[in-house]
């Protein structure tokens, strides 16, 4: 498979590899986390603002961020 490189010039989040290294720590984790850093500062971080940005119930963002909790994050 070919790596496809974009020139990056905006819109574009650079953050640590910490947590996406993290072996026991769940996919769905590592994703909300990366989502949730790729927001600005003044967005609404609430469950339901969370799970506006996906398919993902409030129950299930909850328990994500329970998880995330136990990681300490």
Same mark, same amino acid.
């Given at each position: 498979? @070919?790596?496809?490189?974009?020139?990056?010039? %905006? %819109?574009?989040?650079?953050?640590?590899? @910490?947590?996406?290294?993290?072996?026991?720590?769940?996919?769905? !984790?590592?994703?909300?986390?990366?989502?949730? &850093?790729?927001?600005? %500062? %003044?967005?609404?971080?609430?469950?339901?603002?969370? !799970?506006? &940005?996906?398919?993902?119930?409030?129950?299930?963002?909850?328990?994500?961020? @329970?998880?995330?909790?136990?990681?300490?994050?």
């Amino acid at each position: 498979m @070919a790596i496809i490189r974009v020139n990056k010039t %905006d %819109d574009y989040t650079v953050i640590s590899n @910490a947590h996406l290294k993290e072996k026991d720590m769940s996919l769905k !984790a590592k994703g909300l986390l990366s989502l949730m &850093l790729s927001l600005p %500062d %003044d967005w609404d971080f609430s469950v339901s603002g969370l !799970a506006s &940005l996906s398919k993902d119930s409030k129950d299930s963002v909850t328990k994500v961020l @329970a998880e995330l909790e136990e990681f300490k994050y």
